[in-house]
């Protein structure tokens, strides 16, 4: 692909699409041309200078249509966006041309018991808001959960809350359908049902522009919000593992934070005696009375509770856990970043408490813990107190040396981040539908033209 901003006829660009709501202004596009990749230290200097050179707003899968004809016909570089809600990039223009915002495509199309129909600019919070007075809501959803789209969860995303039940969204029967438009000359409009969803879900917007989705839906509980604290990170850990492996025991989140991880949290300090490690966890309110016979159990001290009615009114303990942990301790500290592990099975939990023993202070410990493959696992969103890249470097080498996986936060490439090879599936999908690969360029390193 050979393409020249600098000289590309952009007035008849713009005025054969005049009609569509197209945004011009520098401060503007540069805001909508960004999301929240400065979490790294790496790709802060590696994507501070990449900027769109206009954004254009669709409404409908129509108009989706349109501009992707147009970028096709006159080989201008598209990216998607959503909400701008992700950490590594994805919806960043490498190479300039055109922001696809898709946040204005936002109608629930269909709602019937354990399923839903939406466009791709459905935020997250909306659609549960619709769904949970028909006694459903979405089965996972990130910490981003208020603002973050339908749309660029699937195309970025991976879990988040409810994960402890659904596990991933790659994971067979968590993504039904999509609606995906293709950049050609001539753009059609494919569907995708069952497995084929695959081809889409994860990948950066690379290989389709995502229109539609039927997503299956998970019954909606009442949900409690707790907070339990610990005498020491090893017990807050295993109380994890064991609420987890509590399979009669209804719960959505089970987020542990090892000191100082809770003094970052500043909404949340009059709650809370002490440097202790924290769990953050919602539970079922039928669940509860059980709950806290494991909490006692364990030594664990409850210091915050909140009914599902009251926990529905302000600020979730959700907006404490996944990402947003990182946000609350960069928030006092902007040197943190962090890293993302899954760590083997394990109910002891050794190679966790190995990484918390190796690495001290430098690696605070916090875990989410999640359902794969049949089985609670500890999932790391470690804080890194960042020195050098080669240091970051080192720390990531040492887990995946010991046996941890690392989905490494700190590149913006498809292949480099958790899947660490080339997806054949997606690859060969992006050849049908991107044949110029003009659809976000420089995300899929594995892509050439001319490569079978």
């Known amino acids: 692909m050979s393409f020249d901003r600098t000289t590309f006829a952009w007035d008849s660009f713009i005025a054969a699409l005049a009609d569509l709501e197209i945004i011009t202004d520098r401060p503007q596009v540069a805001k909508l041309s960004q999301d929240y990749y400065h ?12 900027v769109g050179d206009l954004v254009i707003r669709a409404k409908t899968e129509a108009e989706v249509l349109r501009v992707a004809q147009a970028c096709s016909q006159q080989g201008v570089p598209l990216t998607v966006r959503g909400a701008g809600s992700g950490n590594y990039g994805q919806c960043i223009p490498l190479e300039g041309g055109v922001v696809l915002d898709l946040s204005a ?64 969204l790659s994971d067979r029967g968590n993504l039904c359908a999509l609606r995906v438009v293709t950049l050609e000359p001539e753009p059609r409009v494919v569907e995708l049902r069952g497995d084929a969803v695959q081809q889409v879900n994860h990948a950066y917007g690379t290989n ?16 409690a919000e707790l907070m339990v604290t610990f005498g020491d990170f090893a017990t807050a850990a295993q109380f994890g593992q064991r609420l987890g492996d509590a399979d009669g025991l209804i719960k959505k989140l089970i987020c542990i934070c090892d000191r100082p991880i809770p003094q970052y949290f500043a909404a949340l300090q009059r709650y809370l005696s002490g440097d202790r490690p924290l769990a953050l966890v919602m539970v079922a ?24 009615f009251e926990a529905s009114k302000g600020i979730s303990l959700g907006e404490y856990s996944w990402n947003h942990t990182t946000l609350h301790a960069r928030s006092v500290d902007p040197s943190l970043t962090y890293l993302q592990t899954i760590f083997p099975h394990d109910r002891d939990l050794a190679l966790v408490h190995h990484m918390h023993q190796h690495f001290g202070d430098e690696v605070p410990m916090h875990l989410e813990f999640i359902r794969l493959q049949g089985l609670t696992i500890a999932a790391g969103l470690q804080l890194v107190r960042y ?3 080669e240091r970051l ?8 040396d010991q046996g941890a996986l690392i989905f490494n936060p700190h590149t913006y490439t498809l292949e ?12 060969a999908f992006k050849r049908t539908m991107d044949p110029q690969g003009l659809l976000n360029p420089g995300k899929m390193r594995s892509w050439s033209p001319s490569t079978p």
């Open 416 to 427: 480099d981040a958790g899947r660490k090879t080339v997806d054949p599936r997606q690859l």
């Open 105 to 168: 495509m936002n109608r629930i199309l269909r709602l019937q018991p354990g399923m839903a129909w939406v466009e791709p600019g459905v935020k997250l919070a909306a659609l549960d808001r619709e769904a949970r007075p028909l006694g459903w809501e979405l089965r996972m959803v990130p910490s981003t959960y208020r603002t973050a789209t339908i749309g660029g969860f699937i195309g970025g995303g991976s879990g988040g809350l409810g994960s402890i039940n659904y596990g991933f």
């Open 393 to 400: 470097q080192a720390i990531i080498d040492y887990h995946e």
């Open 39 to 50: 979490f790294s230290p790496i790709l802060q200097t590696q994507l501070a200078d990449k």
């Open 285 to 308: 309110e039928q669940s509860l009375e059980l709950f806290k016979e494991l909490v006692r159990e364990m030594g664990g001290d409850l210091c915050y509770e909140k009914s599902a």
């Open 387 to 389: 020195t050098t890249p």
């Open 208 to 223: 389709g522009i995502i229109t539609a989705l039927e997503l299956p839906l998970a019954p909606a509980y009442p949900w």
